[in-house]
């Protein structure tokens, strides 16, 4: 197969996505039933992101002249450890080393284990040969390089094992968001987005704000209604239950909507259903701080990633901000 040949079968692929045929809709059942927090609009949402952002015809064609990838079909087999947070959360890496020509192994979470094996399985319908070149297993020995993602925890785990070969290795991070005060309904609407999306599991997700002193709370607040369904969610009224008696229980304030809890805090990371927020004097200092920093995936605001676009990566957009493709090609 050559590098036209992966390009085919990914757009392929993307027609597959759109049909959206009884095939894989019983697959996208599936998961949602296997998983509770894989609800149909998630699902949904990350199979649309996927489809308009890594599998057009022209973007995979610019991403491969970037890299200058040729014909010549890469001799090793990378052994990828996926994480589970939200749908189809590890395409990327799938995509990259799929793109990159090299054979890899996969081993998925428990917590997503049917819709990337189901797309997998279609394309080895289409391309009989690569059956041999994408491979998943319980247990991922005899790999020539690693990439794995998972928690601050499983990091140590996954650096103890993989550490005598070229690996990636990626622990937790989250996003943030900078307002300045001035951000029309849209906007906050969009901000909204990025923050409940997927239930703000993953890692794209806006887990705390930093808003100017005197910030008016109420628009804020009321785009997030849009959301207010998630009450009717049990996992998730569950989580919001549980923060909300912390707060009371601990005589701290807070406020709500009714389904989002705004709590001022100055840890990036929050619990499902709480969003931290900040108060900040310096904007330029405040970028300076967060730029670089180790628990950030993104930033979200004027003049970084617009609201909204948090949870629509590019092809060029590395988890981590580790260049995937430049790793595999330098193996």
Not at 136 to 146: E, K, N, S, T
Not at 149 to 165: D, H, L, M
Request: aromatic content about 12%; proline content about 3%.
């Amino acid at each position: 197969m050559n590098l036209q040949n992966r390009i085919q079968l990914l757009q392929q692929l993307g027609k597959y996505l759109l049909d959206n045929g009884e095939q894989w809709q019983v697959t996208k059942k599936r998961a949602a039933s296997h998983n509770g927090w894989f609800i149909p609009e998630f699902i949904d949402l990350a199979v649309t992101n996927i489809r308009e952002e890594f599998l057009q015809k022209e973007k995979l064609e610019q991403w491969a002249m970037h890299y200058h990838l040729d014909d010549n079909v890469g001799g090793k087999n990378i052994g990828i450890v996926m994480a589970g947070n939200i749908p189809l959360v590890g395409f990327h890496d799938f995509l990259s080393v799929f793109i990159s020509g090299h054979r890899q192994t996969i081993k998925l979470s428990t917590k997503d284990d049917i819709l990337l094996k189901h797309l997998a399985e279609k394309l080895t319908e289409w391309e009989p040969g690569l059956k041999e070149r994408i491979l998943f297993a319980d247990m991922l020995r005899g790999c020539d390089a690693y990439i794995a993602t998972g928690s601050n925890n499983s990091a140590r785990y996954f650096e103890q094992y993989f550490s005598k070969y070229p690996n990636i290795i990626r622990r937790n991070r989250t996003s943030v968001a900078i307002l300045t005060g001035q951000e029309t309904a849209d906007e906050l609407k969009a901000l909204a987005d990025d923050i409940h999306q997927y239930f703000g599991l993953g890692c794209r997700n806006v887990t705390r704000i930093f808003v100017p002193g005197e910030y008016d709370f109420v628009p804020l607040l009321k785009s997030f209604d849009k959301y207010q369904y998630f009450s009717d969610h049990h996992k998730f009224k569950n989580n919001f239950d549980y923060q909300l008696s912390i707060l009371l229980m601990n005589n701290l304030y807070y406020m709500t909507n009714g389904t989002t809890l705004l709590v001022e805090n100055d840890d990036n990371f929050t619990a499902i259903s709480r969003l931290n927020y900040s108060f900040y004097n310096d904007p330029d200092k405040l970028m300076e701080s967060l730029k670089n920093h180790a628990d950030i995936q993104c930033i979200t605001g004027k003049n970084v990633i617009p609201f909204g676009q948090g949870q629509r990566p590019q092809l060029h957009d590395y988890a981590d901000g580790v260049d995937t493709m430049q790793f595999l090609l330098s193996l």
